[in-house]
């Protein structure tokens, strides 16, 4: 991935802000990064964007539900794929804004293919894709351009 970014940013020092997300510094392209086993992706846009990518075998356990997801999204959960799209659109958001995952994952609900924050409707596009054994996740503001360069092992 580091070589796309190179390509992308030409020589440039990544940095962190405190909560880890990478940036260069005095750069106008956004960029986030995502992994799990057997895919790595990074997604470049003109405005903040967050993906995330989990492996469609991890298993989200009936607590973890209930402890994160308000029960009204709870109702549209119907497998164990739709508790990882509903978690991996939480992280995105958590990237896109530079918010730490764990402050905002309870304020945060997605239902009808709409985020909500905090019980108000956000202006995000949320994009998922399904693999045959990831799924991949996209948060950007509505109508960015928004380019993923993914390095996997398996196919989209």
Same mark, same amino acid.
């Given at each position: 991935?580091?070589d796309?970014?190179? !390509?992308?940013?030409g020589?440039?020092e990544? !940095?962190?802000?405190?909560?880890?997300?990478?940036y260069v510094?005095?750069?106008?392209?956004? =960029?986030?990064?995502?992994? #799990?086993?057997? /895919?790595?992706?990074?997604? =470049?846009?003109?405005?903040p964007?967050?993906?995330d990518?989990?492996?469609l075998?991890r298993?989200?356990?009936?607590?973890f539900? =209930?402890?994160? =997801?308000p029960e009204?999204?709870?109702?549209?959960?119907?497998?164990?794929?739709?508790?990882i799209i509903?978690y991996?659109?939480?992280?995105?958001f958590?990237?896109?804004t530079?918010?730490?995952?764990?402050?905002?994952?309870r304020?945060?609900?997605?239902?009808?293919?709409? /985020?909500?924050?905090?019980g108000g409707?956000?202006?995000?596009?949320v !994009?998922?894709?399904?693999?045959?054994?990831?799924v991949?996740?996209l948060c950007?503001? #509505?109508?960015?351009?928004?380019?993923?360069?993914?390095r996997?092992?398996?196919?989209?």
């Amino acid at each position: 991935m580091e070589d796309e970014l190179q !390509k992308r940013l030409g020589f440039c020092e990544i !940095k962190r802000t405190p909560s880890g997300k990478p940036y260069v510094e005095g750069n106008p392209i956004y =960029f986030s990064v995502t992994h #799990t086993k057997g /895919l790595a992706a990074v997604a =470049f846009a003109s405005d903040p964007v967050g993906i995330d990518a989990e492996c469609l075998q991890r298993r989200l356990h009936g607590n973890f539900l =209930f402890r994160v =997801f308000p029960e009204s999204e709870i109702k549209g959960i119907k497998n164990s794929e739709d508790a990882i799209i509903h978690y991996t659109v939480r992280e995105a958001f958590a990237k896109m804004t530079d918010a730490p995952l764990l402050s905002i994952i309870r304020s945060v609900r997605y239902e009808g293919g709409k /985020l909500y924050v905090d019980g108000g409707e956000r202006n995000v596009a949320v !994009k998922i894709i399904r693999g045959k054994s990831h799924v991949l996740t996209l948060c950007a503001k #509505t109508d960015s351009e928004v380019t993923i360069d993914t390095r996997a092992n398996v196919t989209l």
